[in-house]
């Protein structure tokens, strides 16, 4: 343990995290100490986890701002769900079936990332905050209309409604327009959710501790001292982010394989939910990935362990954000808390040394 | 650098307290409830409810709410479902499908009987999935989508959207109504979408032709001055609406402001126009709609909710309060057929009722000797109502 450098045992305490979460969650649950409200929200916890890791690579490590998230889960989760839908009769085997939709999600999501990030992040200043908000709305809009069918002849695609796809007796609309995809096999379990979680994780620390990662982490402190150095701004700029929106898509896999209905709604995939994804983030802490996890955590069961109090969870979801801010990001909470584990740590090394 | 380790420590341990207070508050309610649940368990009903209260669908679900509500007290009045009292409880699901599934997760831990519910479509057939894997017991009021009663444990109080868009056609057919006929539609409302493709289905075999189809989407239902200048170019002597009364009373003031007076035909979503603020029921006249219900009939029973409504929430129902009610209703037909009793297991409630499901006959404020097939979809006749004098009046 001694031997390993700071950040191993940084990246090990959160790896160690997330699986002493997992193995406290599944002894609970084979003892059947977790209600089935909890049970439900294991799957979604682990794609919002990984929604708030991913933007937090955007947005903590390249130190831009996307406003978009839900845009690129939208576009995983849609490319997804579309293939198991056409896949379910040709690949009866569940786990690999749900590889290639992963792999699909992801490879969609994080194409749509680099689309914009050519143009976009050659740019200095907000623009791909704004970008990303436009491509959010429009991802929303496209499936919205977008009717697509499946009969003996192939496909049909259309946009104005299921009866123009003109389909065979026997057809089946796939993708209707703004009802979305029904029918989603239920594939995502709280295992493959935590598996990702690790991945993602493993993906992003890596990343951030790689020669690469340091030249992200330059052009985010001094773009103008990366520049001069000889680092290529606009490649590595790509890496971070598309590997960000791949990730989100990954997100949007677990999130359509886990629901029976995948509608494209403000509320799922608008701005509201990018926001949300953002609020984990800021609150967890910017370039902070165990912050981004716990405050996904706690923000996504609050309103649900809420539920009782009915009019007032929204507001009291409000004060508690308020206060987390306060207690994560005001000088004079900063101030305290290091007076507090100045203190903390003092008594520590005292009973240590006693031990001694 | 040390320092900044100790601090996010201890910023995570705070936040995993938080944490855990929250899971703890959480277990304590539970084992709160459980008790409250164990002092009188196996007397008593437990119906959930699932419907949006907050957000831009909350109408629909206020409405679900207070028609439950009434019902529910009505019976408990009465004594309750075969003696034993009834509890009634609503979550909101915001129309979210994945806020939906929690809030049925919410109910289950509660230890809910039956569920009525859910209001709208999308989060409808997202519960079915999970309440069919529960095998639990759920009758939606409102939920219209083909897929909400795709499962032999779901059943509906309201029509579906395919057989509106289909009676509709034919009605129109079969009376001779018109013989151009032009449609507006909703295209990003699932209800509206849903109509609308039957009726074009239907119009096939009927005698009218569709001149014109125009969509609008729930970002842009307020000028609808384009899709009515077609309609009237097109020479529609008809004008099929297929959604809900707030934007169909703009379409009617435009259609009268432009001079263009044809049929205006409507579904179920229609009914509620004459209430609508500001607006100038005389423009309503001759307004023909298919519709479960009336406030207005003088039916005894029909009476008697419309004023109870009235007295208890200062507001006319809807058909959606109508159709919470007659659920209600046969949700209690259905255990009192089945021989239910409070202490049996929701999976084991489920098994009787769906089979008392198809065996009872209520009559309701939506319909009269009301009947369920095995399929889920109820067999109740679609009254026309149409709009004489600033009232309603049923046409058949």
Same mark, same amino acid.
């Given at each position: 343990?001694?031997?390993?450098?700071?950040?191993?045992?940084? @990246?090990? !305490?959160?790896?160690?995290?997330?699986?002493?979460?997992? &193995?406290?969650?599944?002894? %609970?649950?084979?003892?059947? @100490?977790?209600?089935?409200?909890?049970?439900?929200?294991?799957?979604?916890?682990?794609?919002?986890?990984?929604?708030?890791?991913?933007?937090?690579?955007?947005?903590?490590?390249?130190?831009?701002?996307?406003?978009?998230?839900?845009?690129?889960?939208?576009?995983?989760?849609?490319?997804?769900?579309?293939?198991?839908?056409?896949?379910?009769?040709?690949?009866?085997?569940?786990?690999?079936?749900?590889?290639?939709? %992963?792999?699909?999600?992801?490879?969609?999501?994080?194409?749509?990332?680099?689309?914009?990030?050519?143009?976009?992040?050659?740019?200095?200043? =907000?623009?791909?905050?704004?970008?990303?908000?436009?491509?959010?709305?429009?991802?929303?809009?496209?499936?919205?209309?977008?009717?697509?069918?499946?009969?003996?002849?192939?496909?049909?695609?259309?946009?104005?409604?299921?009866?123009?796809?003109?389909?065979?007796?026997?057809?089946?609309?796939?993708?209707?327009?703004p009802?979305? &995809?029904?029918?989603?096999?239920?594939?995502?379990?709280?295992?493959?959710?935590?598996?990702?979680?690790?991945?993602?994780?493993? !993906?992003?620390?890596?990343?951030?501790?790689?020669?690469?990662?340091? +030249?992200?982490? +330059? &052009? #985010? =402190?001094?773009?103008?001292?990366?520049?001069?150095?000889?680092?290529?701004?606009?490649?590595?700029?790509?890496?971070?982010?598309?590997?960000?929106?791949?990730?989100?898509?990954?997100?949007?896999? &677990?999130?359509?394989?886990?629901?029976?209905?995948?509608t494209?709604q403000p509320k799922?995939?608008?701005?509201n939910?990018?926001?949300?994804?953002?609020?984990?983030?800021?609150?967890?802490?910017?370039?902070?990935?165990?912050?981004?996890?716990?405050?996904? !955590?706690?923000?996504?069961? %609050?309103?649900?362990?809420? #539920?009782?109090?009915s009019d007032?969870?929204m507001?009291?979801?409000?004060?508690?954000?308020?206060?987390?801010?306060?207690?994560?990001?005001?000088?004079?909470?900063?101030?305290?808390?290091?007076?507090?584990?100045?203190?903390?740590?003092?008594?520590?090394?005292?009973?240590?040394?006693?031990?001694? | 650098?040390?320092?900044?380790?100790?601090?996010?420590?201890?910023?995570?341990?705070?936040?995993?307290?938080?944490?855990?207070?929250?899971?703890?508050?959480?277990?304590?309610?539970?084992?709160?409830?459980?008790?409250?649940?164990?002092?009188?368990?196996?007397?008593?009903?437990?119906?959930?409810a699932i419907g949006p209260v907050t957000g831009g669908a909350a109408v629909y679900g206020e409405a679900v709410k207070n028609g439950a509500e009434l019902a529910?007290?009505?019976?408990?009045?009465?004594?309750?479902?075969?003696?034993?009292?009834?509890?009634l409880?609503y979550e909101d699901d915001e129309h979210d499908a994945?806020k939906a599934?929690?809030a /049925?997760?919410?109910?289950?831990?509660?230890?809910?009987?039956?569920?009525l519910g859910t209001v709208t479509s999308a989060p409808c057939?997202?519960?079915?999935?999970?309440?069919?894997?529960?095998?639990?017991?759920?009758?939606t009021p409102s939920g219209t989508a083909?897929?909400c009663?795709? /499962?032999?444990?779901?059943?509906r109080v309201c029509f579906?959207d395919?057989?509106q868009?289909?009676?509709?056609?034919? /009605?129109?057919?079969?009376?001779?109504?018109?013989?151009?006929?032009?449609?507006?539609y909703d295209?990003s409302d699932v209800y509206s979408t849903g109509i609308?493709?039957?009726?074009?289905?239907?119009?096939?075999?009927?005698?009218?032709?569709?001149?014109?189809?125009?969509?609008f989407t729930a970002e842009a239902k307020t000028?609808?001055?384009?899709?009515?200048?077609?309609?009237?170019?097109?020479?529609?002597?008809?004008?099929?609406l297929p959604f809900y009364y707030t934007e169909a009373s703009l379409v009617l003031k435009?259609?009268?402001?432009?001079?263009?007076?044809?049929?205006?035909?409507g579904c179920d979503g229609m009914d509620g126009i004459l209430a609508v603020e500001g607006f100038?029921?005389?423009?309503a006249?001759?307004?023909?709609f298919m519709s479960p219900f009336t406030p207005?009939?003088?039916?005894?029973?029909?009476?008697?909710f419309v004023?109870d409504y009235e007295?208890a929430y200062g507001q006319t129902p809807n058909q959606f309060a109508a159709d919470a009610y007659d659920g209600v209703?046969?949700?209690?037909? *259905?255990?009192?057929?089945?021989?239910?009793?409070?202490?049996?297991?929701?999976?084991?409630?489920?098994?009787?009722?769906?089979?008392?499901?198809?065996?009872?006959?209520?009559?309701?404020v939506t *319909?009269?000797?009301?009947?369920?097939?095995?399929?889920?979809?109820?067999?109740?006749?679609?009254?026309?109502?149409?709009?004489?004098?600033?009232?309603y009046?049923?046409?058949?």
């Amino acid at each position: 343990m001694k031997k390993m450098s700071k950040t191993t045992k940084d @990246n090990m !305490i959160t790896y160690l995290m997330v699986i002493l979460i997992f &193995i406290v969650v599944q002894i %609970l649950t084979s003892t059947g @100490n977790v209600s089935s409200l909890l049970q439900g929200l294991l799957v979604p916890l682990c794609a919002y986890i990984i929604l708030a890791v991913s933007l937090n690579l955007t947005v903590g490590i390249l130190g831009e701002l996307s406003l978009g998230h839900a845009g690129f889960m939208c576009v995983g989760a849609f490319t997804s769900a579309f293939f198991s839908k056409c896949a379910m009769e040709a690949i009866p085997v569940t786990g690999l079936r749900y590889f290639i939709a %992963l792999l699909i999600g992801a490879a969609a999501a994080g194409a749509c990332g680099i689309l914009i990030g050519i143009p976009v992040l050659r740019l200095k200043g =907000d623009y791909l905050a704004i970008v990303t908000l436009a491509f959010g709305e429009i991802i929303k809009n496209i499936v919205n209309v977008l009717f697509i069918g499946k009969d003996e002849n192939g496909f049909h695609f259309s946009t104005k409604d299921s009866l123009s796809l003109g389909l065979e007796d026997g057809g089946k609309v796939i993708i209707n327009g703004p009802q979305g &995809i029904t029918g989603t096999p239920k594939d995502s379990t709280f295992i493959i959710g935590v598996a990702l979680i690790l991945v993602t994780l493993f !993906i992003v620390l890596n990343l951030m501790h790689s020669r690469s990662g340091r +030249a992200i982490m +330059a &052009i #985010r =402190d001094n773009r103008i001292a990366a520049e001069s150095v000889g680092i290529n701004i606009t490649k590595y700029k790509l890496m971070a982010f598309s590997i960000s929106a791949a990730l989100a898509g990954v997100a949007g896999v &677990i999130y359509a394989h886990n629901l029976a209905t995948l509608t494209a709604q403000p509320k799922n995939f608008g701005y509201n939910m990018s926001i949300m994804i953002l609020v984990f983030v800021v609150l967890g802490g910017i370039g902070n990935m165990r912050g981004s996890i716990i405050a996904a !955590i706690i923000l996504t069961l %609050l309103p649900e362990l809420l #539920r009782s109090l009915s009019d007032y969870r929204m507001l009291i979801y409000a004060v508690v954000l308020i206060v987390m801010m306060l207690f994560n990001w005001s000088p004079k909470a900063i101030e305290w808390r290091e007076k507090f584990s100045a203190k903390f740590r003092r008594g520590k090394n005292k009973s240590a040394k006693e031990a001694a | 650098m040390k320092m900044k380790k100790a601090v996010s420590a201890i910023l995570v341990a705070a936040m995993a307290m938080t944490l855990m207070a929250g899971c703890g508050s959480k277990s304590d309610s539970g084992s709160d409830k459980a008790a409250d649940a164990g002092s009188e368990s196996g007397s008593v009903f437990k119906i959930g409810a699932i419907g949006p209260v907050t957000g831009g669908a909350a109408v629909y679900g206020e409405a679900v709410k207070n028609g439950a509500e009434l019902a529910v007290k009505e019976i408990n009045e009465a004594g309750g479902i075969g003696g034993t009292q009834v509890e009634l409880k609503y979550e909101d699901d915001e129309h979210d499908a994945e806020k939906a599934v929690n809030a /049925y997760n919410t109910l289950k831990d509660w230890g809910m009987h039956a569920l009525l519910g859910t209001v709208t479509s999308a989060p409808c057939v997202a519960v079915g999935e999970v309440a069919q894997a529960d095998n639990t017991f759920m009758l939606t009021p409102s939920g219209t989508a083909v897929e909400c009663v795709q /499962y032999d444990n779901a059943f509906r109080v309201c029509f579906s959207d395919p057989m509106q868009g289909l009676e509709s056609a034919k /009605y129109i057919g079969e009376k001779g109504l018109a013989k151009k006929v032009a449609a507006i539609y909703d295209s990003s409302d699932v209800y509206s979408t849903g109509i609308y493709e039957a009726f074009v289905k239907e119009a096939e075999n009927q005698d009218f032709e569709i001149v014109a189809a125009e969509a609008f989407t729930a970002e842009a239902k307020t000028d609808f001055s384009v899709q009515l200048q077609k309609a009237k170019d097109a020479g529609a002597e008809l004008v099929f609406l297929p959604f809900y009364y707030t934007e169909a009373s703009l379409v009617l003031k435009q259609a009268a402001g432009m001079k263009f007076s044809p049929i205006f035909f409507g579904c179920d979503g229609m009914d509620g126009i004459l209430a609508v603020e500001g607006f100038d029921v005389d423009l309503a006249n001759n307004l023909m709609f298919m519709s479960p219900f009336t406030p207005t009939s003088e039916d005894e029973t029909i009476q008697k909710f419309v004023k109870d409504y009235e007295e208890a929430y200062g507001q006319t129902p809807n058909q959606f309060a109508a159709d919470a009610y007659d659920g209600v209703y046969a949700i209690k037909a *259905a255990m009192e057929a089945g021989e239910v009793t409070a202490d049996m297991s929701p999976s084991d409630v489920c098994d009787a009722m769906k089979e008392a499901m198809l065996e009872i006959s209520i009559d309701g404020v939506t *319909a009269k000797g009301l009947t369920w097939e095995a399929s889920g979809e109820p067999s109740k006749e679609p009254m026309v109502v149409k709009i004489e004098n600033g009232d309603y009046a049923v046409v058949e």
